[in-house]
């Protein structure tokens, strides 16, 4: 009898050994506060007369014959649905889950439905703070809700990476866009501070860099949508900037050309980011509808986005008081 | 009056505007004979072959009330004496058409082609283009210059008579079962070059679509300029595979140089034009034609349906055959998985025997 098939039973004292890969115990549930996991659901499946292998064999050639026929959608900005929930965010995940075990709070501060800003601080050389709010946002919001970033022009001159982004919702950071896709009910990420956020080094940890003109306040205010600040720790610690080799940089055309303990040393093993402990909170939301007609004075622009740096600032430090130490459970 | 008439968008356009009983009479202006094949369209206009440079006297005798201006090739062609004669029939004989035009007292209307070339193509461009972008760059393709020089003189010319409601389309590319152009033969073949690492997003307009946009800007009044396009969008690798061709990426600078090689023996006539387009992509808003119009054009995908539909002898990758292909590896997996079962059944039974002897 082969092991998912409708008659297959596990031997009966359960010993953990691995059946097909995966273990046949599931894992601890409530780890992280992560909602339980319908384990309970899937062990009814196996049971039932139907083929779960079969199921799973038809559903993944379904999928690779809708991929390579063209039968998905697209949306204006390059956006793929089926690609980044079948992908990307399975990928993302295990980075999120099991490597930087992230915990999550205050996810009730963001919208339900309709458009939303979410700001957040920039961090850990490379974006991937980015990419784990946006998979926090979908595993966690009732919606399964995506989280449509907005990306520096470097990222969209590359060639391979400008199509990961574009499929997986991102686009260019500019007014023209962000406002575009808020006034379509979509959840906008930006991260103002920039490269400056992402490439400052170890020592200026959890500081937060300018904000820049505050152009994704004024895009917010002139579509009337709510701004949620949201603080990322965890991921300064992934790649420790130690030294920032500007003439290098220069010569590739970067914003900064990291050293850490590990890169360039180790080579590609550099790459691999440190296990740090993630924590996202996410802050009240700021309503800005009574403030449309104030969206071209730069007075209310400039202090709105402060009050945007200052709460996500004091958020991080609330947070790092919850996690004393960075690489702890 | 129709400018362009030899070839078949401008063709159809006259012969559309002549089947409708509101107009009086239509004259197809243009300097080269009109190919046989659009003989059959043309019954009904009056032709004059006359360079734009004649234009102008054409006007005064004709008296024409309003101007189509459909003489604009967006690549060059070989037999009409390729670049050079493209850019001088783009820009040198818009130039002229509307200096003529400017000149002719009796002129109610212009209606010129455009295209949505004039957007350029930057890495920083917005994803979506309103009509009010600007372009960050001059671009680099030949037929977006013209275009963007050709917007220009009708600029011009609405500072100098602004009491002519002049009408600007910007059209995407067009598609469709009769649609002929360079994109369209490209996705013909049943290898598509196309850049590594890059997807573009594109947008395309049916072909029957623009004719009804350009016959009711004649007939009402829509000054201003117009994105016409079918709404959605395709990416690049998903357009070459719902068209069930096979795409053959290409670094950009290797499909630039091979591009330009084959332009100058004379084969393909790919430009940079096309190669912006297949980098950046291109999608706009056409919002704007949907509330003056009251008309919206069919979208990109079935607009790309209909064309996929005139053009399947040459796809190898079709849906139905990988329905098949999917129906066939399910059918095989489930035959050997039901084989080794039964194998596996029959060892346990041959092994429960063997402990119990």
């Given at each position: 009898m082969?092991?998912?098939h409708?008659?297959f ?18 894992e601890?549930p409530?780890?992280?506060g ?16 139907v083929?779960?292998?079969?199921q ?5 050639l379904?999928?690779l014959?809708?991929r ?9 900005f ?27 709070f ?5 919208p ?9 601080n920039h ?5 991937l703070d980015?990419?784990?709010l ?8 009732p ?11 470097l ?9 990961l ?11 023209p ?5 808020m006034?379509?009910g ?13 490439g400052k ?9 300018r ?19 949201v603080a ?15 003439p290098?940089?220069?010569l590739?055309g ?22 740090s ?10 309503p800005?509808?009574?403030?449309t007609?104030?969206?071209d ?12 740096r ?15 130490d960075?690489?702890?459970? | ?9 401008g063709?159809?356009v006259a012969a559309r ?29 009056e032709?004059i ?23 604009v ?9 390729g ?31 455009s295209s ?20 960050r760059?001059v ?11 050709i917007e220009?003189?009708v ?6 008579r ?9 059209f ?10 360079t ?19 594109l ?16 007939i009402?009044?829509?000054p ?5 396009a ?13 068209a069930?061709r096979?795409?053959?990426?290409l670094?950009?600078?290797?499909l630039?140089?091979v ?33 003056e ?11 790309f349906?209909?064309f ?10 079709t849906?139905a ?5 999917e ?21 346990e ?6 402990d119990?002897?």
């Amino acid at each position: 009898m082969l092991p998912g098939h409708a008659d297959f039973k596990l031997p009966k004292p359960a010993a953990p050994v691995k059946v097909n890969g995966r273990r046949p115990i599931p894992e601890v549930p409530q780890m992280n506060g992560h909602p339980e996991e319908p384990a309970a659901a899937e062990v009814a499946e196996t049971r039932d007369a139907v083929d779960i292998w079969d199921q799973r064999v038809a559903r993944g050639l379904a999928f690779l014959r809708r991929r390579l026929a063209g039968a998905y959608e697209v949306d204006d900005f390059g956006f793929d649905p089926e690609l980044t929930d079948a992908v990307f965010q399975p990928l993302l995940r295990l980075l999120y889950r099991d490597w930087f075990r992230t915990e999550v709070f205050g996810i009730e501060h963001l919208p339900a439905d309709g458009g939303g800003l979410v700001v957040g601080n920039h961090s850990g050389t490379v974006a991937l703070d980015a990419l784990m709010l946006s998979v926090a946002i979908h595993d966690r919001t009732p919606a399964a809700r995506h989280l449509r970033l907005l990306g520096a022009d470097l990222v969209f001159r590359v060639p391979f990476l400008s199509e990961l982004a574009r499929k997986s919702g991102a686009t260019v950071a500019c007014n023209p866009d962000a406002e575009r896709l808020m006034s379509g009910g979509q959840l906008v990420g930006v991260f103002p501070e920039g490269f400056k956020g992402i490439g400052k080094r170890f020592a200026d940890r959890y500081k937060l860099q300018r904000f820049g003109r505050g152009g994704f306040v004024s895009a917010a205010l002139r579509t009337g949508t709510p701004i949620v600040p949201v603080a990322i720790v965890g991921a300064e610690e992934i790649y420790p900037v130690l030294a920032d080799v500007k003439p290098l940089a220069r010569l590739l055309g970067l914003p900064y050309f990291p050293v850490t303990p590990t890169f360039p040393w180790l080579g590609p093993l550099g790459l691999i980011p440190l296990p740090s402990k993630w924590l996202i909170q996410f802050c009240p939301p700021i309503p800005t509808a009574h403030l449309t007609e104030h969206a071209d004075d730069p007075m209310v622009v400039y202090n709105l986005a402060d009050q945007v740096r200052e709460t996500i600032q004091a958020t991080l430090l609330e947070l790092l008081e919850k996690r004393p130490d960075p690489f702890g459970i | 009056m129709v400018t362009g008439v030899s070839r078949p968008l401008g063709a159809r356009v006259a012969a559309r505007l002549a089947a409708d009983p509101r107009i009086e009479r239509v004259v197809g202006l243009d300097p080269h004979e009109p190919p046989p094949a659009l003989r059959a369209d043309l019954a009904e206009v009056e032709l004059i072959r006359a360079d734009p440079r004649a234009a102008a006297g054409a006007f005064v005798d004709l008296g024409a009330e309003a101007v189509v201006h459909m003489a604009v090739s967006s690549a060059p062609d070989a037999q009409h004496g390729g670049r050079q004669a493209m850019k001088e029939q783009n820009v040198i004989g818009t130039m002229q058409l509307l200096a003529a035009a400017q000149a002719a007292p009796a002129l109610r209307k212009l209606v010129v082609r455009s295209s949505t070339a004039a957007y350029g193509a930057s890495f920083r461009d917005p994803a979506v283009f309103t009509e009010d972008t600007e372009p960050r760059a001059v671009p680099r393709g030949s037929y977006a210059r013209d275009i963007l020089d050709i917007e220009g003189y009708v600029r011009g010319f609405r500072r100098r008579r602004p009491e002519v409601p002049a009408t600007v389309l910007r059209f995407a590319p067009f598609i469709g079962s009769a649609a002929h152009t360079t994109l369209t033969r490209l996705f013909a073949q049943p290898f598509v070059p196309t850049v590594l690492g890059r997807d573009a997003r594109l947008q395309f307009v049916h072909v029957d679509d623009a004719l009804e946009v350009l016959h009711r800007s004649v007939i009402e009044d829509h000054p201003g300029t117009f994105n016409v396009a079918g709404a959605g969008v395709l990416a690049l690798s998903q357009a070459v595979r719902r068209a069930g061709r096979i795409a053959v990426p290409l670094p950009e600078g290797t499909l630039s140089s091979v591009l330009a090689l084959a332009r100058n023996v004379g084969i393909g006539e790919i430009g940079l034009d096309q190669i912006d387009l297949f980098v950046h992509g291109r999608v706009v808003d056409t919002a704007k034609l949907v509330r003056e119009f009251g008309f919206t054009p069919r979208d990109t995908a079935t607009a790309f349906d209909d064309f996929i539909a005139a053009h399947a002898n040459g796809s190898s990758v079709t849906a139905a055959r990988l329905a098949a292909a999917e129906q066939a590896i399910l059918d095989g997996i489930r035959r050997t998985r039901a084989a080794v079962t039964e194998r596996a059944g029959i060892s346990e039974k041959a092994s429960a025997g063997g402990d119990a002897s």
